[in-house]
């Protein structure tokens, strides 16, 4: 069965016409921002040919399948009256215009044919007494109706043999609906003489109305869906019943006659500027649609309504679109309200409870920018006969050491190599202790225990996520070889204050910096220090050469020691070492220690040589996004941004935030569950060393050891931060945070 898409499906026609669909066998997915709640869907909420979308019409690119598999759309969505048009005439536009002319470019690209539009016949204005068809002239005189006509004659301009608007022209509605209006002529009428035995005669009561039921309006609807399609291609039908229209003064004279014990009483102001009759032979010479229902069965209607009891106080702001929609506007977001557009956003459910993905494919967390220059690059070594350790190795070395700004580059196979070589080289041995952070990879603490010596965590800052430098010198002992300082994400460490600290005790700083390349410490980049610096170019860093590292050092003897450890501890040069005389011939190398196989190839150094030159632009891309995101969660209270003083510069290899667990109904982890169900890629960076089986129960560590590391290893998640993402990418990632934020919140 055809699947109709009824935006507002919710309100006071939707929820009528929803229902008779679902009676006529149609399936209907109900686009609604729900801002007068769900009540209204009762008892076809849980119907299987029902589906509820919660989302704003203004954001429709934060519902990329809305259209999928629909048939015909029905737009209903939108401010629907003139003071509630009036509240904010630039939002009546977004709404009421540039939303419609989305959703129907939408729809027109999706090959959904059919686009029934509902406009007013307040669109006429101050028309004249005779009866107006619908090619009078019109006479808009509210934001309302001006919106409603340009709408229509922007959907028109879209009509061609594969896209067929039809404009439906209601004449003020009236009856009895799950989603009810008090707002409406004959609906007040009605409730003023049962509730107050009052008729109130607005505006001077002269001017004229043509009135259509609730019921009949959601009939030429579906006709409209089911007429033959050349039949209403393009075209535009007042809605409502010749009999209907009346003079307000007539309305209320007839309201007295059926409520005889209310009194008719006039409310002074101005005359009302609208005033209209209209005709509505076309809809029943073409459609045959004959209205139904004349205004005294609308008041009856009513009355059944009071008599059994659905309405309690018809005053109430609910039943008043300009009231509710007003208190929500001064609302703050955090309770509901829309006070500035980025939040609206919240109100889309998040997919775990339902809704749509934030994006329409998955994001991953993160995907390498690999260009055509590495792939010629590597075509070129491999073609070379040269694949290991060559001439481009040499060359990625020179150059990086040049973009850093340090005396010596080494490159090996990652960065947990150059880690382990800077220990060996270091002299750290069996029994030694090395002080590292535990927030961070495993690599960073493996290679201490690979040298047999131990790792001393020292707990980090909670807001830069970084080694406290502050406690360090108390994890100093005699036994202290080496300070591994990570630099978490990109973010420097407090260098000065722990290079003072080795001064002072004498171990040597061995830098971490998997995450910083194209990282600043009070100007000086990182590489160019400390003893030795490590970097990472693993696929995920801020350049790749799928595995690889490299070790920069100021002295040119470690670099070399570097280079023979690296390469199972063979020297070419020991010859040179070990003999008096300069010897001729061939000399093969000697193992000088035993070494490791740590080299880098020249088929990962093409790829190496490339991403360095891009490194500029990718940081600035990185920059780019972590601004938007920074942009979009500074107001989410849930959201704590790690810190970032004034004399650090961050490489911004991850974008991490820290979520407060407390104000939320979800752990981290379900939180990465809802991301990934909404398409998002996330990670952990990172789950605190301490807190894992091995650590646990080598060393006897307790959570509270490191209060801050353990605190943080729960609440951080690092979002999708790449330079191959785009803004829309970035985009989906806040609406995905912020649709399960505020889902979640407690
Ligand atoms: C902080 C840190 N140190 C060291 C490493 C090890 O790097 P590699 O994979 O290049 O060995 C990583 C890897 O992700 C890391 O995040």
Known sequence: MATILVTGGAGYVGCVLCRMLLEAGYQVRIFDRLYFGEDPLEGIISNPDLELVRGDI????????????????????????????DLDPEVSLDVNITATRRLAERAKEAGIERFI??????????????????????????????????????????????????????????????????????NQLAAGAIKKRKILVFQGGRQWRPFVHVQDAARACIMSIEAPVGKVRGDVFNVGRDDNNWQIVELARLVKERFPEADLEEVPGDEDRRSYRVSFGKIREMLGFEAKYTVEDGLEHVREMFDDGVIADPEADIYFNVRLLSKLRDMPAVTGGEPTSARFIPFAYP??????????????????????????????????????????VGRFERQFAEYVGAANAVAVSSCTAALHLSLV???V?????????????????????????TPVFVDVDRSTLNIDPALIERAIGPKTKAIIPVHIAGLPCEMDAIQAVADKHGP??????????????????????????????????????????????????IADRLRVLSNFGMSKDAWKRYSKEQPSGYHPPEVVYPGYKYNMTDVQASLGLHQLEKLAGFIAARERYAQVYDRAFADVDEIE?????????????????????????????????????????????????????????????????????????DRIISLPLYPKMTEKNAHDVIVAVKKIINHARK
């Open 58 to 85: 203004r954001r429709l690119d934060d519902f990329p399948h809305l259209l999928d598999d629909v048939d015909a759309v029905v737009h209903l969505a939108g401010l629907a009256n003139d003071p509630s048009c």
């Open 641 to 713: 941004l790690p810190a970032l003083p004034a004399h650090l510069k961050h490489a911004l290899h991850l974008y991490i935030i820290i979520l407060d667990i407390d104000r939320l109904k979800i752990t981290r982890n379900e939180f990465i569950d809802a991301l990934r169900a909404e398409n998002i890629g996330a990670g952990i960076h990172f789950v605190s060393l301490h807190l894992h089986q091995y650590y646990r129960e080598r060393y006897g560590f307790r959570p509270d050891d490191f209060p801050n590391a353990n605190y943080l290893s």
């Open 429 to 453: 041995s069996p029994g030694d202790e090395v002080i590292t952070s535990p927030l961070t990879w495993a690599a960073t603490a493996n290679v201490v225990i690979h040298q047999g010596a």
């Open 508 to 557: 040597c700083v061995i830098e971490d910096a998997a995450h910083a390349l194209g990282a600043q410490y009070r100007g000086k980049n990182i590489g160019t220090i400390s003893e030795f610096t490590c970097f990472s170019f693993y696929p995920i860093k801020n350049i790749t050469t799928i595995e690889g590292g490299m070790i920069t050092v100021a002295e040119e003897g």
């Open 351 to 392: 997919s775990i409870a339902g809704g749509e993905p934030a994006s329409a494919h998955y994001l991953p967390f993160v995907s390498p920018s690999i260009g055509e220059e590495e792939e010629q690059e590597v075509l070129d070594t491999l073609r070379s006969g040269w694949l290991t350790t060559g001439p481009k």
């Open 117 to 186: 539009f509902s406009s007013s016949c307040s669109v006429y204005g101050r028309g004249e007494v005779d009866l107006l068809a619908e090619d009078s002239e019109k006479k808009p005189v509210s934001v309302y109706a001006m919106t409603k006509l340009t709408a229509e004659r922007e959907l028109c301009d879209l009509a061609d043999d594969k896209f067929a608007p039809v404009i439906l022209r209601y004449a003020t509605l009236f009856g009895p609906s799950p989603r009810m209006r008090f707002d409406l002529a004959v």
């Open 425 to 427: 080289a270091a002299g």
